[in-house]
Nanobody, 118 residues
Framework: QVQLVESGGGLVQPGGSLRLSCAAS????????MAWYRQVPGKERELVARAFSVGSPNYADFVKGRFTISRDNAKNTVYLQMDSLKPEDTAVYYCNVIYTYYGTHESWGQGTQVTVSS
């Protein structure tokens, strides 16, 4: 079982920045991918960005050029740098990890609220 601890959410004005962090701990052989999703009430959870063990990350169209995902593999941590934030970015942001331990498994963080408002 892998546990995820998220931090960095909060209230920010439009045009501002926030940095989310998610640290993974527990028993695993390797982490295949680390990602951020977001969800607003009444809507489905949607992918924001995903970073793989190798290769380039991918981003949802609505954050391209504004958000940057990065990984610190030594710390099993993923970050989401969010710049030029818009009110429509307001959501609960969830960390997601795909890892290997006698098979492929998935874990979710508890979510962190991001509110963009003046």
């Amino acid at each position: 079982q892998v546990q995820l601890v998220e931090s960095g959410g909060g209230l920010v004005q439009p045009g501002g920045s926030l940095r989310l962090s998610c640290a993974a701990s527990g028993t695993m052989f390797s982490i295949n991918a680390m990602a951020w999703y977001r969800q607003v009430p009444g809507k489905e959870r949607e992918l924001v960005a995903r970073a793989f063990s190798v290769g380039s990350p991918n981003y949802a169209d609505f954050v391209k050029g504004r958000f940057t995902i990065s990984r610190d593999n030594a710390k099993n941590t993923v970050y989401l740098q969010m710049d030029s934030l818009k009110p429509e970015d307001t959501a609960v942001y969830y960390c997601n990890v795909i890892y290997t331990y006698y098979g492929t498994h998935e874990s979710w963080g508890q979510g962190t609220q991001v509110t963009v408002s003046s």
